[in-house]
């Protein structure tokens, strides 16, 4: 269960949870067979309000990405408040990444390694034969491809915390043996709870243990046959558990915004499925570990208003949320003190705003030690494209040297500093190249995808940005 923390000088928004979570009847569409060009993208359903478009103030400016701390961010108002360097800290020195390493979790690929970002030395970095040689934006940072699929996967990818496995879509590749394992009676989003007990598969909510995946050589798992069991979790979750161990915790995005980019050409971010208004809902499920699975406890929503792509952070101590203007553009991220407590099986939950990131993304996910968030952007036309062509070098969204991105799109991955809200680029992605789904492993690796429309091929990647920033 999450610990209650001392709120001081903060705007304390208490939400009183009450009706069941999920989200019905909102599945993604079909994403068409493997070396199709269907994909969310072209048949999501376009949303009541607004374009799904980027803020027309160049948030996305690399010139304006510090944003300095401030004793109280009103909500509304762009900024990192105070109450942020001591929830970094904090989670820096007892967050899941800690708790992993001093539980000794074998991280795949640093055996011999000194320090982290040591770790991967086995595996190839990028170069011409596969992505390029040139995509990291980082000079002291490295891309490693750690395998290349020839068949296209669905939605989104995640790894174990252990980086050992590598999910995408319904195919869960294992690093170690080198194979891949099929996860049957699923059809998208998997996800991973932060202590490597246990992952998640939809529609269902379907929670596995790891025994699945690491008991000798699976090539499939039946996520919809004991040992997995069934939950109310919703679609685009994310996981998290408590530092006690206690009480295991899911959010579901619930007004999502299906991303499956980069099946087609795509300009900008992608529409949402309903409009974010006051009244948007994210939604939490709590769990318990049986030892031998997991149990669904209870689930209730939590009212995010002009908000949703809810995430809950590894600790269960936060929830990062995209927010819109009122006419529905995207504006940026905020990040809430997530203080849940439950009696029995009657959860309660009290939200702080935190800090409000007006820098335009995709879906983002947390560092294991709570530092950093980490999402993908899709460039090339849209109010950003000129703050994007400016952060690409090029004069403007009218450069001739940009006009292969305007018209073919890309994605880029990017570090947002939650202590800053200082945003750094990490791909260079070329024009009809898109660096996806980006996700964090315990020790600070980020695994992503990157796929191109022309071609049925996937590569899974690794960069060390995170463990090289300053």
Known sequence: MAHKHQVSRAVVLLSLLAGCGGN???NPPPAGDAGGDAGGDATAPKDAVGDGAAPTDGAGDAAADTQPPVDVVEPGSCGVGAMVAGYVTELGTMGWGALNRSRAMM???????????????????????????????LPSAHLRVLFTSPTRSTYWSRSSPDGRFFARGVKVYDLVNRTEITATGAMYDPAFFPDN?????????????????????????????????????????????????????????GTAAWDDGGRRATFQETPRNEAWTARAQTSLTLMAN?????????????????????????SSRALLTRFVDEAGAYQ??????????????????????????????????????????VYHHYIGRGPSAPA????????????????????????????????????????????????????????????????????????????DAALVMP
């Open 24 to 26: 019905g009847g909102n």
């Open 388 to 463: 994007d062509a400016r952060d690409l070098g090029f004069a403007d969204e009218n450069d001739a040297g940009f006009a292969p991105y305007a018209a073919q799109g890309a994605a880029n991955i990017y570090l947002l500093d939650l202590r800053t809200g200082r945003r750094t680029r990490v791909t260079n992605m070329g024009p009809g190249q898109y660096a996806l789904f980006p996700h964090f492993r315990s020790d600070g690796w980020i695994y992503f995808l990157v796929r191109t429309p022309a071609s049925p091929q996937e590569h899974a990647v690794a960069s």
């Open 332 to 373: 940026g991220y905020v990040l809430h003190r997530l203080e849940a407590t439950r009696t029995g099986a009657a959860i309660t939950a009290t939200l702080t705003e935190m800090a409000r990131y007006c820098t335009v993304g995709a879906k983002a996910t947390l560092s294991y030690d709570e530092r950093w968030a």
């Open 290 to 314: 049986t030892g031998s699975g997991f149990r669904f406890i209870s689930s209730r929503n939590i009212t995010t208003p002009f908000q949703g792509d809810g995430m809950i952070s590894p």
């Open 197 to 253: 007990s246990g992952y998640m598969y939809q529609p269902g909510g379907r929670l596995c243990p790891m025994s699945t995946l690491t008991t000798g050589m699976p090539t499939a798992v039946a996520v919809n046959a004991a040992p997995c069991s069934g939950s109310s979790v919703g679609l685009y979750e994310h996981l998290g558990a408590s530092l006690g161990g206690e009480d295991y915790w899911a959010s579901a995005a």
């Open 107 to 137: 991280m795949y690929g640093c055996a011999g390694a000194a320090r982290p970002q040591d770790c991967l030395a086995m595996v190839p970095l990028a170069d011409d034969s596969n992505i390029g040689a040139n995509r990291s934006a």
